[in-house]
C-alpha cells in the first residue's frame, strides 16, 4: 500500500484525530518510540492507523523518522526491502505486504519412498496492521483478522497442485482427507514408492553325510563309559558333529541371489543393493568343484571360519587328546585347536581351545571356551559352557589384548601430552623416561595386565598367529621399562597397540561358522552359544 503524508500543521492533525475517533488510543500498539532531546519535537513522525501508514516530515533541525516491519510484514521503501531501521522522507513511496508461511507443505523422505503431506492451517484469513500511535520510530506488525475469511483448503487444491503422475496414481486421498478433517498438523504419509528386496548373499552350508549323524556310536549303550575309539580320530565323530573323510563332499557353497528393483515416489527405478559374494581359500585342505560342492583332501573335522567378512577359510585344526592327568583338578588347558577329552571333568578346570571341544562323560564345576562348538556326551553341572562368537569373547587371549590395548592407547595419548608440556618449557624429553614414570604411577595396573597375558600365551600350545613372537618381545620391553628407556619411542608404543589389536583379531577370525553346544542334560551351568543350542534329554 502506499504511503500517506501528514503536512504541518502535524501536531493540530494528530490532536484532532484523537479527538474525532473516540477510544482510538486503545487501539494502539505500544510499538512505537516518542522523539527524545532538545529537538524531539521537530523529528517527524510515523502513524500506522486502519491499514495505512501515515508520514510527517521534520521540521527544520528535526531528523526524519525511522521504520522498520517484522515478519509477516515485508516493508519496501522505494521498491526495496527494508530489513533494519530505515529513515523515512517525505519524497519515499511506502508499500507493504504480507508474506506469510503456506497452508501446508508437500516433502518427499530422502530414501525418496515416501510423500508426506504437513497441514499448518486449513483456514487463510486476512491480515491487517496493527495500529501504532505517532512517533519517532515505528515497528509494522501485522495480525490476522478472523472475522474475514478468505478461503479454505481442500483436497482439489491439493491434488492439483501435485505434478507427480507417479505420485497421483498412488495419492492416499483418505489419509489426506482424514488431515484436513481432523488435523494432528504432523506429517502425514500420503504416497509410497516400492523399496527394492535385497536379494541374498553367498553362502556355505555344512553338508553332513549319513555317517556323521551316527558317528561313533558313543552315545549308544554305555556312552562315554562304554568302549573308547582305538583312533583319536575317532574322537572327532560325535554324532552330529561335522567329519569328513578325504574325497568326501562335505559342504557347499551357495552363490549370491540378486534382489527385486522398487521404484521410487517419481517413478524411477531402485536398484537392489548387489549382494556380497565370498572367497573361499582353503589351500591344500579342500577344494571347491564349479559346482560349488566342497570336497575334503584330508580325513578330519573340517572347521569353516571367517566371520562376517567377503573371505571364507577351510582347515583341518590340529587335535589335542589329553590324558588323565591333564585334566586334574586346578587344570589350565589352551590349545590351538580341536580339544578332546575322553573322560569326565572334575573342576575346577578351565579349557580354552580355538576350535572345537569334544567331552566324553559329565563336566563338573569347570568353564569350557571354544571358538568352534563344544559336545558334551555326559551331564554339565555347575558350568559354564562358550561357544562361537561368545568365546571369542571370553577366551584369555582376545580380552586381555583388548584390554591391554585400550590401556596401551591411553598411555600413549598420555606421554604424548606429557611430553608436550616438558617441550613448551624449552625442556628435552626422554620419551622412554615418560613412560616409565607413568607405568610406575598413573598407569601402574598395566604391569599385571602384561604378565596375564605372558602367562596366557606362555600357556599356549600349538602354533598360533604369525606376530605372537614379536608381541612377546615387546611385552618384555614393557614388563621391564627402566632396562629399555633408550629405545622406547612414540613409535614403538605405537607398534605394541597394532601388535595387541592384530592378535585380538587373529582370535576373531577363528570363530566358527555353524557353532553349537551340544550336551545331554545342563544343571545350574551357563551356556552361551553363537549359534545353536541342543540339549538331548531335557525332557
Same mark, same amino acid.
Given at each position: 500500500?502506499?504511503?500517506?503524508?501528514?503536512?504541518?500543521?502535524?501536531?493540530?492533525?494528530?490532536?484532532?484525530?484523537?479527538?474525532?475517533?473516540?477510544?482510538?488510543?486503545?487501539?494502539?500498539?505500544?510499538?512505537?518510540?516518542?522523539?527524545?532531546?532538545?529537538?524531539?519535537?521537530?523529528?517527524?513522525?510515523?502513524?500506522?492507523?486502519?491499514?495505512?501508514?501515515?508520514? $510527517?516530515?521534520?521540521?527544520?533541525?528535526?531528523?526524519?523518522?525511522?521504520?522498520?516491519?517484522?515478519?509477516?510484514?515485508?516493508?519496501?521503501?522505494?521498491?526495496?526491502?527494508?530489513?533494519?531501521?530505515?529513515?523515512?522522507?517525505?519524497?519515499?513511496?511506502?508499500?507493504?505486504?504480507?508474506?506469510?508461511?503456506?497452508?501446508?507443505?508437500?516433502?518427499?523422505?530422502?530414501?525418496?519412498?515416501?510423500?508426506?503431506?504437513?497441514?499448518?492451517?486449513?483456514?487463510?484469513?486476512?491480515?491487517?496492521?496493527?495500529?501504532?500511535?505517532?512517533?519517532?520510530?515505528?515497528?509494522?506488525?501485522?495480525?490476522?483478522?478472523?472475522?474475514?475469511?478468505?478461503? $479454505?483448503?481442500?483436497?482439489?487444491?491439493?491434488?492439483?497442485?501435485?505434478?507427480?503422475?507417479?505420485?497421483?496414481?498412488?495419492?492416499?486421498?483418505?489419509?489426506?482427507?482424514?488431515?484436513?478433517?481432523?488435523?494432528?498438523?504432523?506429517?502425514?504419509?500420503?504416497?509410497?514408492?516400492?523399496?527394492?528386496?535385497?536379494?541374498?548373499?553367498?553362502?556355505?552350508?555344512?553338508?553332513?553325510?549319513?555317517?556323521?549323524?551316527?558317528?561313533?556310536?558313543?552315545?549308544?549303550?554305555?556312552?562315554?563309559?562304554?568302549?573308547?575309539?582305538?583312533?583319536?580320530?575317532?574322537?572327532?565323530?560325535?554324532?552330529?558333529?561335522?567329519?569328513?573323510?578325504?574325497?568326501?563332499?562335505?559342504?557347499?557353497?551357495?552363490?549370491?541371489?540378486?534382489?527385486?528393483?522398487?521404484?521410487?515416489?517419481?517413478?524411477?527405478?531402485?536398484?537392489?543393493?548387489?549382494?556380497?559374494?565370498?572367497?573361499?581359500?582353503?589351500?591344500?585342505?579342500?577344494?571347491?568343484?564349479?559346482?560349488?560342492?566342497?570336497?575334503?583332501?584330508?580325513?578330519?573335522?573340517?572347521?569353516?571360519?571367517?566371520?562376517?567378512?567377503?573371505?571364507?577359510?577351510?582347515?583341518?585344526?590340529?587335535?589335542?587328546?589329553?590324558?588323565?592327568?591333564?585334566?586334574?583338578?586346578?587344570?589350565?588347558?589352551?590349545?590351538?585347536?580341536?580339544?578332546?577329552?575322553?573322560?569326565?571333568?572334575?573342576?575346577?578346570?578351565?579349557?580354552?581351545?580355538?576350535?572345537?571341544?569334544?567331552?566324553?562323560?559329565?563336566?563338573?564345576?569347570?568353564?569350557?571356551?571354544?571358538?568352534?562348538?563344544?559336545?558334551?556326551?555326559?551331564?554339565?553341572?555347575?558350568?559354564?559352557?562358550?561357544?562361537?562368537?561368545?568365546?571369542?569373547?571370553?577366551?584369555?587371549?582376545?580380552?586381555?589384548?583388548?584390554?591391554?590395548? $585400550?590401556? $596401551?592407547?591411553?598411555?600413549?595419548?598420555?606421554?604424548?601430552?606429557?611430553?608436550?608440556?616438558?617441550?613448551?618449557?624449552?625442556?628435552?624429553?626422554?620419551?622412554?623416561?615418560?613412560?616409565?614414570?607413568?607405568?610406575?604411577?598413573?598407569?601402574?595396573?598395566?604391569?599385571?595386565?602384561?604378565?596375564?597375558?605372558?602367562?596366557?600365551?606362555?600357556?599356549?600350545?600349538?602354533?598360533?598367529?604369525?606376530?605372537?613372537?614379536?608381541?612377546?618381545?615387546?611385552?618384555?620391553?614393557?614388563?621391564?621399562?627402566?632396562?629399555?628407556?633408550?629405545?622406547?619411542?612414540?613409535?614403538?608404543?605405537?607398534?605394541?597397540?597394532?601388535?595387541?589389536?592384530?592378535?585380538?583379531?587373529?582370535?576373531?577370525?577363528?570363530?566358527?561358522?555353524?557353532?553349537?553346544?551340544?550336551?545331554?542334560?545342563?544343571?545350574?551351568?551357563?551356556?552361551?552359544?553363537?549359534?545353536?543350542?541342543?540339549?538331548?534329554?531335557?525332557?
Amino acid at each position: 500500500m502506499p504511503q500517506q503524508d501528514i503536512e504541518p500543521s502535524r501536531y493540530e492533525f494528530v490532536e484532532s484525530l484523537m479527538l474525532e475517533r473516540k477510544g482510538l488510543l486503545d487501539s494502539f500498539s505500544v510499538e512505537g518510540r516518542a522523539s527524545d532531546g532538545t529537538t524531539g519535537d521537530k523529528n517527524g513522525i510515523i502513524l500506522v492507523q486502519d491499514n495505512q501508514i501515515f508520514i $510527517t516530515p521534520p521540521l527544520p533541525g528535526g531528523a526524519p523518522a525511522r521504520i522498520s516491519a517484522v515478519h509477516p510484514v515485508v516493508l519496501k521503501i522505494n521498491w526495496k526491502t527494508v530489513t533494519e531501521p530505515t529513515e523515512v522522507t517525505r519524497a519515499d513511496y511506502i508499500t507493504w505486504e504480507i508474506c506469510e508461511k503456506p497452508q501446508y507443505e508437500i516433502t518427499v523422505s530422502p530414501d525418496k519412498l515416501k510423500v508426506h503431506f504437513t497441514l499448518y492451517r486449513a483456514e487463510k484469513y486476512a491480515w491487517n496492521l496493527v495500529n501504532c500511535p505517532a512517533a519517532f520510530e515505528a515497528v509494522v506488525r501485522a495480525q490476522p483478522n478472523p472475522a474475514m475469511l478468505l478461503s $479454505t483448503l481442500t483436497i482439489e487444491q491439493i491434488i492439483a497442485s501435485l505434478d507427480n503422475r507417479f505420485i497421483l496414481r498412488n495419492l492416499n486421498i483418505p489419509a489426506l482427507y482424514a488431515e484436513l478433517e481432523n488435523p494432528t498438523y504432523l506429517p502425514v504419509c500420503i504416497a509410497e514408492g516400492r523399496a527394492p528386496l535385497p536379494g541374498k548373499e553367498a553362502r556355505l552350508e555344512f553338508l553332513l553325510p549319513e555317517h556323521t549323524l551316527e558317528g561313533n556310536r558313543m552315545l549308544q549303550g554305555q556312552g562315554a563309559r562304554g568302549q573308547k575309539p582305538a583312533e583319536p580320530l575317532e574322537y572327532l565323530r560325535f554324532p552330529g558333529a561335522p567329519f569328513a573323510f578325504a574325497g568326501e563332499v562335505f559342504a557347499r557353497k551357495l552363490p549370491p541371489e540378486e534382489g527385486i528393483p522398487g521404484l521410487d515416489t517419481d517413478g524411477r527405478v531402485l536398484p537392489p543393493p548387489p549382494p556380497q559374494d565370498i572367497y573361499f581359500a582353503a589351500g591344500n585342505h579342500a577344494k571347491l568343484l564349479p559346482c560349488g560342492n566342497i570336497v575334503a583332501r584330508h580325513t578330519g573335522r573340517p572347521r569353516i571360519c571367517g566371520g562376517s567378512g567377503s573371505v571364507r577359510i577351510c582347515d583341518f585344526p590340529p587335535v589335542s587328546l589329553l590324558a588323565r592327568e591333564m585334566t586334574d583338578p586346578v587344570g589350565d588347558v589352551m590349545f590351538a585347536g580341536d580339544i578332546i577329552v575322553p573322560g569326565d571333568l572334575e573342576g575346577p578346570v578351565r579349557i580354552e581351545a580355538l576350535g572345537n571341544v569334544y567331552v566324553y562323560g559329565d563336566i563338573r564345576q569347570s568353564t569350557i571356551i571354544a571358538t568352534g562348538s563344544i559336545y558334551v556326551s555326559g551331564q554339565v553341572t555347575g558350568s559354564g559352557l562358550y561357544a562361537g562368537h561368545a568365546g571369542v569373547m571370553q577366551h584369555r587371549l582376545h580380552s586381555l589384548a583388548s584390554l591391554l590395548r $585400550t590401556e $596401551t592407547d591411553g598411555l600413549l595419548e598420555a606421554a604424548r601430552q606429557l611430553a608436550k608440556n616438558v617441550e613448551s618449557r624449552q625442556q628435552s624429553v626422554n620419551y622412554g623416561l615418560v613412560v616409565m614414570l607413568l607405568l610406575e604411577d598413573k598407569y601402574s595396573h598395566l604391569g599385571s595386565l602384561i604378565r596375564d597375558l605372558q602367562a596366557a600365551l606362555s600357556r599356549m600350545n600349538g602354533a598360533f598367529g604369525s606376530g605372537t613372537d614379536q608381541l612377546w618381545q615387546m611385552l618384555e620391553v614393557f614388563a621391564h621399562p627402566g632396562q629399555f628407556t633408550g629405545y622406547i619411542t612414540d613409535s614403538v608404543l605405537s607398534r605394541f597397540s597394532r601388535l595387541l589389536l592384530k592378535l585380538g583379531e587373529e582370535i576373531e577370525l577363528l570363530q566358527e561358522e555353524h557353532a553349537v553346544i551340544n550336551l545331554a542334560r545342563s544343571q545350574d551351568s551357563r551356556l552361551e552359544s553363537g549359534g545353536k543350542l541342543l540339549v538331548r534329554d531335557s525332557c
